[in-house]
């Protein structure tokens, strides 16, 4: 059900969503706010056909750099969740920064514009000694330039934006198409891994879950300027990797020599500021647990 059925009566427009990217999460809160019945458009520069979507969602074929305002003017709710063609820093330049300067141009022209949720990363964060992070730390330069990009790309929409921006920060995204660690479990030999370099999880399903949540929040509801979408339980390679290899009956992994409890740990520890009840795996365990029953 669509939680647009508590919207206040300051806020009578019927909701039109516009979801630029048609990834592997665009598609997905494409379809499931169609599944809701919520009036929403996909937007990606392929042909409609390439994408399986829902048949109740509407679909505009177009490079999301070269939008007019006209073509977007009537939605009252964008999501940009892109990702790059290739990982290079430039691609993520014109990507996540050039389309949310595009789209932070046509501000003026767009007055039914109401919200605009960017799907960040939580790689902004420059921090990298094992510091505890919140919604309300802010980021230290990320040493990797394409993690710049992002978060110029953030700031960019929130001076146009104001409170309109509503920034969503995912973690490590995993899943049951998103196996990079357990393929890394399942190797009989295995790199010496450092003892505390620190990692956060947050499951797809669930990041579609947060998506789709914000942007059918009622105008009236409490919205966060940031979002940190992360489950509930960092955990440090070294010990993910060693679960996961005593599930799989594989070879456990080595500590890495001289990576001892005197360590300076490495990575950060996520504070969600997720309501848990979004959550269908609050910890890494549900998660890979889930996903290890079901292959």
Same mark, same amino acid.
């Given at each position: 059900m669509s939680h647009f059925s508590t919207v206040s009566s300051d806020n009578l427009k019927e909701p039109n969503l516009l979801i630029i990217g048609q990834g592997d999460i665009g598609l997905a809160v494409t379809n499931r706010l169609a599944e809701q019945q919520v009036k929403v458009t996909g937007l990606a520069r392929g042909e409609k056909h390439a994408y399986d979507l829902h048949q109740r969602a509407h679909y505009i074929q177009a490079d999301a750099l070269k939008l007019t305002a006209d073509q977007i003017k009537d939605f009252t709710?964008?999501?940009?969740?892109?990702?790059? %063609?290739? =990982?290079?820093? %430039?691609?993520y330049k014109n990507t996540y920064l050039g389309i949310a300067q595009h789209i932070a141009e046509l501000q003026s022209q767009l007055p039914q514009l109401t919200r605009v949720v960017f799907i960040s990363s939580t790689g902004v964060y420059g921090q990298d000694n094992g510091e505890w992070i %919140?919604?309300?730390?802010?980021?230290? #330069?990320?040493? $990797?330039?394409?993690?710049? =990009?992002i978060l110029r790309a953030e700031q960019v929409l929130q001076q146009a934006y104001g409170n309109r921006a509503i920034i969503i920060r995912p973690s490590g995204i995993y899943g049951k198409q998103r196996l990079? $660690?357990? $393929?890394?479990?399942?190797?009989?030999?295995k790199q010496p891994m450092p003892r505390y370099a620190w990692t956060n999880r947050i499951m797809d399903i669930d990041l579609v879950t947060i998506i789709t949540r914000i942007l059918t929040l009622s105008k009236s509801e409490e #919205?966060?300027?940031?979002y940190l979408a992360t489950d509930y339980a960092p955990v440090?390679?070294?010990e993910l990797t060693t679960? #996961?290899?005593?599930?799989l009956n594989s070879t456990a992994p080595?500590?890495?020599?001289?990576?001892?409890?005197?360590?300076?740990?490495?990575?950060? $520890? #996520?504070?969600?500021?997720?309501p848990r009840d979004w959550l269908q795996f609050p910890d890494w365990q549900s998660g890979y647990s889930h996903i290890l029953q079901s292959k």
């Open positions: 709710h964008i999501a940009i969740i892109v990702t790059p %063609d290739t =990982y290079e820093a %430039d691609n %919140d919604e309300t730390v802010e980021p230290q #330069l990320p040493k $990797r330039e394409a993690s710049q =990009y990079m $660690r357990v $393929r890394k479990a399942k190797e009989a030999e #919205l966060k300027p940031i440090t390679s070294f679960w #996961l290899a005593t599930q080595s500590i890495k020599p001289g990576s001892t409890t005197e360590t300076q740990p490495t990575g950060k $520890r #996520l504070h969600s500021n997720i």
